[in-house]
């Protein structure tokens, strides 16, 4: 991407933010370095345009869906929470070590929204990375116009589809069900004994002190044990069955023993059981993934936001 010369200071920060113009080095064109794209600019320098999109991975909670006969599971995704205009531009001052201040985003957020309304006021269609907004009326026409009650048959609204952006963003994703906060097995706290570091880094061939809830090893299904997964796949590396937990589980830790072969990259562990708060186990085991993030290995440069670090994040 080039900016024109003479082009309004404030645009080209908002453009640069959007794109991810916020680094500088001496590459070949299209060359892949630490997840970063990097492009050749007009300035003799290559730059860096965008990072390399991460994998949708998000906690669902399953409702029952009573229009259809039979055992019917909607998925509704848990929302980590709702961002505002505001919210985004502190994420981008703080993405970018200040380099774009938030109060300058947001007054140029604001004027795009302005200009984006009228535009749609004035029929006209958008399209942004976010997806093609189309102006549409609802309802069905009647020629006799002059009535209030046709009038209100049509109504002024608008289309959304998926940018394609979006759609390659949305691709392969991965999905977790979540057990609703109030039953179930969970975990707070990875603590390896190596590293002496908690939530974030663990050492292989070590153990790990993992603090939770109904983490009791009771009842009698095989699906009873913990998982070691791979964060981004959810690639089971190495299955530990009841059995191997029993001696030293309790109902709120145990302690695990990493492979000594184990990769470098980002890890979470998950918990089946039947532990609940009553004497008598329940009859069918309870699976929950952890939010926690775990690292082998050293953090890449780039990183250190939003969950790629390794530490806890909220799914």
């Given at each position: 991407m080039i900016i024109p010369n003479g082009i309004n200071i404030y645009t080209q920060r908002y453009i640069n933010c959007l794109t991810g113009l916020s680094h500088t080095l001496t590459r070949r064109e299209g060359e892949v370095s630490r997840g970063w794209i990097i492009f050749s600019g007009n300035n003799g320098k290559d730059t860096i345009m965008a990072k390399l999109k991460k994998r949708v991975e998000w906690a669902v909670r399953l409702h029952r869906y009573n229009l259809k006969e039979g055992n019917n599971l909607h998925p509704r995704?848990?929302?980590?929470?709702?961002?505002?205009?505001?919210?985004?531009?502190?994420?981008v001052e703080f993405r970018t070590r200040g380099l774009y201040k938030a109060e300058e985003t947001v007054l140029v957020a604001h004027k795009l929204m302005e200009a984006a309304i009228d535009a749609l006021v004035e029929g006209y269609a958008l399209n942004t990375s976010l997806g093609r907004l189309t102006p549409v009326v609802t309802g069905m026409w009647s020629f006799a116009r002059l009535s209030p009650e046709a009038r209100a048959q049509n109504k002024a609204s608008v289309s959304y589809a998926l940018s394609h952006e979006l759609k390659k963003a949305f691709s392969d994703p991965l999905f977790h069900d979540e057990v609703p906060p109030d039953r179930g097995p969970d975990i707070y706290l990875v603590?390896?004994?190596?590293?002496?570091?908690?939530?974030?880094?663990?050492?292989?061939?070590?153990?790990?002190?993992?603090?939770?809830?109904?983490?009791?090893?009771?009842?009698?299904?095989?699906?009873?044990?913990?998982?070691?997964?791979?964060?981004?796949?959810?690639?089971?590396?190495?299955?530990?069955?009841?059995?191997?937990?029993?001696?030293?589980?309790?109902?709120?830790?145990?302690?695990?023993?990493?492979?000594?072969?184990?990769?470098?990259?980002?890890?979470?562990?998950?918990?089946?059981?039947q532990c609940t708060t009553k004497p008598t186990p329940l009859k069918k085991p309870v699976r929950r993934v952890a939010n926690v993030r775990l690292r082998v290995g050293e953090e890449p440069a780039e990183e250190g936001t939003a969950g790629d670090d390794g530490r806890t994040t909220t799914a």
């Open positions: 995704v848990v929302l980590r929470g709702t961002l505002s205009l505001e919210d985004l531009a502190q994420r603590h390896d004994m190596e590293s002496n570091s908690d939530n974030r880094r663990i050492t292989p061939g070590g153990y790990i002190w993992v603090k939770g809830r109904f983490l009791l090893m009771n009842g009698d299904s095989p699906e009873r044990g913990v998982e070691l997964l791979e964060a981004e796949t959810g690639r089971v590396v190495r299955r530990y069955t009841a059995e191997e937990l029993a001696p030293g589980a309790t109902r709120s830790h145990l302690v695990l023993r990493l492979p000594d072969d184990l990769p470098d990259g980002l890890y979470r562990l998950a918990v089946t059981s």
